[in-house]
């Protein structure tokens, strides 16, 4: 079963207003979260990312005014798309990183959201 | 820096046939990962491998198998007798300790096996 959870998994909201989706780890503690984001038939692109307790880091050309991350919990980060518009419909998807005894901490995704404003 | 290049945008096979989905990537460190995830239309991505780059012996799962080069900076991935269920795009994706795990994902390859 999925060990990151997003949530909704799709959501339409009306051009101007505010969605926040969720990126839960289900059964491990995460300290650092990762958001991509992905338009239709392209690549997916990092960008921001989530570190409990702290600000997060946002890639270059991210407004981080419109795309608010809190990660206040080891187990829950938020993306909040703030005064959403058309443009900002793309789908959503976070990763999780766990803390492992390997050099390498294990990422697991979440399913993604569709996000589409209208 | 890193990147990720998978140069085929668009592939159909015809069922049965055997597919070769192509990665090159770049990077300066030396120890790195690499990965295959499967992307259906529902979004999700599925993962598919993961490779150490200090690991450069192929592998094979079912009818899905993965050469590791390291002196051409390929990880290509190669779908034997393809079946209309492996239609879907897929991602080659890079990821090194040193950018604290973030992927840096090929812009992937959207495979149609038509039966």
Redesign the interface.
Known sequence: GAVVSQHPSRVICKSGTSVKIECRSLDFQAT?M?W?R?FP??????MA?SNEGSKATYEQGVEKDKFLINHASLTLSTLTVTSAHPEDSS?Y?C?A?RQGDF???T?Y????S?LTVV | AQKVTQAQTEISVVEKEDVTLDCVYETRDT?Y?LFW?KQPPS???V?LIRR?SFDEQNEISGRYSWNFQKSTSSFNFTITASQVVDSAVY?CAL?D?NT????Y????T?LTVIP
């Open positions: 650092t990762f991509y992905q038939k392209q690549s997916l692109m990092l990312t789908f998807i990763s990183k050099v390498f901490d990422i995704f979440g399913e993604g569709w | 120890t990962y995830y979004g999700e991505l993962f150490n991602f990821s300790e604290g795990n973030q992927f994902f090929g812009t992937g959207s």
